[in-house]
């Protein structure tokens, strides 16, 4: 069942257009949302759900358009974009009870479990939590109401190895029960544990929407020195760049790689480094 289509969403600004951005989701998926800072990724997550309102396009939820059903998607979604930042000075105890009035499916008892996952003090204010706090606690408030579908802003984001990891399980978890998660991050291993899939935007546009597996399948990583970086070589490559023993290069795996040095699978960030390279 998809949960998530996405058609040629647009938002134009004075210096930045999000231009015609596509892509989908299946129930009980991960896709990871990626690029470089300023690429269109948080404008593409708050457009999806008119926080920014977009100039073309259609959002659409669980298979209902999202301009016409929005108070009765939004109970099935949770958004966490991301610390806290507003009643910083009220306890958290106060604002769940304040949240917990807009969701008819508000769950007392998955709330309460999520706080002591989570090790979070009611009585602890906003301004009182750490940032990787701030995003468990965000992540609660998503949580206890039963949603579907997950969208999140960077939410591993200031997170110390051992919470990220702790997210990532529950990630895995969620997603085992038929929920949806959608997030943007930086922390590329992060989706290589958990993403089934990948959507990539590269300067307001999709360059990229796939399986993760598809998608990392697709290049090997070439090391080879100076003597080797013939014209012929260096033709077929993708995003070469000079490093302390010679270059590096991508080479996709359906490219006669000719004489090309033996190569080895590559990493989602080094595909990411060397495709932005590509595109300088």
Known sequence: MQILNVEHLTKYYPSFTLDDVCFSMEQGSIMGLIGRNGAGKSTTLKSMINF??????????????????????????????????????????????????????????????????????????????????????????????????????????????????????????????????????????????????????????????????RFIGRYRLLHFSEEQANPALLKGLIGCKRTKQGYSALLETRTPAGEAPEGRPATLDEIMIHLEQEAK
């Open 52 to 213: 920014v309102h977009p100039d073309t396009g259609s959002v659409c939820f669980f298979g209902l358009p999202f301009l016409k059903y929005e108070n009765d998607i939004k109970e099935r979604i949770g958004f966490v974009a991301g610390g806290m930042n507003q009643y910083i000075k009220k306890p958290i105890g106060l604002i769940s009870r304040v949240a917990s009035r807009f969701y008819a499916n508000w769950d007392a008892g998955a709330y309460r479990g999520f706080l002591e996952r989570f090790q979070l003090d009611e009585r602890k204010t906003p301004s009182m939590l750490s940032d990787g706090m701030k995003v468990k606690y965000s992540l609660t408030l998503a949580l206890s109401h039963h949603a579907e579908l997950l969208i999140l802003d960077e939410p591993t984001s200031g997170l110390d190895p051992v919470s990220r990891e702790e997210i990532l399980d529950l990630f895995l978890s969620l997603s085992r029960e038929g929920v949806g998660i959608l997030f943007s991050t930086h922390i590329t291993s992060d989706l290589e544990k958990c993403a089934d899939g990948i959507t990539y935007i590269r300067n307001g546009r999709v360059a990229v929407s796939e399986p993760l597996s």
